[in-house]
């Protein structure tokens, strides 16, 4: 049997006094306060064990990894049209390129770039009464744990800062890929961003998607249909332009941030989460891909 309890904190130890750390995201202003030496790794089976080192209860700004909360807070409405207002092909571009959402008529590649999470975000604006409140609340069931909350400092920051957003929401509102006012969109989408929390909470809030829908305690919030084409998204659009990569060293569905959090799931089996704050060029985190490419590594357990 695993020691994962071992594995775990043998990573941690390997990495933490790493020299070459990454560097932490200044685009938005309240991340460049991050510690880059924060790094904490948690671990969360589906049969209720779970196993920490390091940071694993400090909470960080989760990013993007809401994307793949918002995708399926929007899949629950069975709303025929979401896939026609965004694709789920990789995009091989970075997370906020404008280009291709030009040329491709204003439907984003998939739901984890910008664009096409600002899509979602519309949607949501559309179907959700307060849209705001409810996907929090979503967020805290799933997780388990009402304490989660936004980041209003990092909200703001990211809404002062936010030029190249607003581009996408504008050029996908002249697409008329967009419903709601820009101003109202935007300000969802950058409170989902900026909720914080730690890795065991982002681990409790993933495991709908490695137990066929199911949370913590057993409602079933999406299908397990569902789950296979949000997994197969993570898999193929959830690292920017590095998904490839993360399917080659680590071969697990995930999510990346630029707050320097990564998730990822074995269907069944197990969610990881790792927080390290430094990202490398691509702009995920430098030791959390090291970390989780050395624990399937050596625990053998990927969907491969
Ligand atoms: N809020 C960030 C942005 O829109 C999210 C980027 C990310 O984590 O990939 O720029």
Known sequence: MLDFNKIINNIHNNLKNNVVKGVVASYIPELSKQDVN???????HVDGRTFKAGDAQTPFSIQSISKVLTLSKAIAFEDNNLWKRVDVEPSGNPFNHLSLLELENGIPRNPLINAGAIVIADILCTKLENPKEDFLKYVRDIANDQSINYNFKVAESERK????????????????NLNNDVDVVMDFYFHQCAIEMTCAQVAKAFYVFANSGRCFNNIQHITSSQVKRINAIMLTCGFYDESGEFAFEVGLPGKSGVGGGIVALLPNHLIISTWSPGLNPKGNSLIGMQALEQFTTQTNLSIF
């Not at 924060?38 to 969360?44: A, L, R, T």
């Not at 800062?161 to 008329?176: E, P, Q, V």
Request: proline share 0%; no cysteine.
């Open 38 to 44: 924060q790094f904490g790794i948690f671990m969360q």
């Open 161 to 176: 800062t936010g030029f190249n957003n607003y581009a996408a929401a504008n050029l996908l509102k002249s697409f008329d």
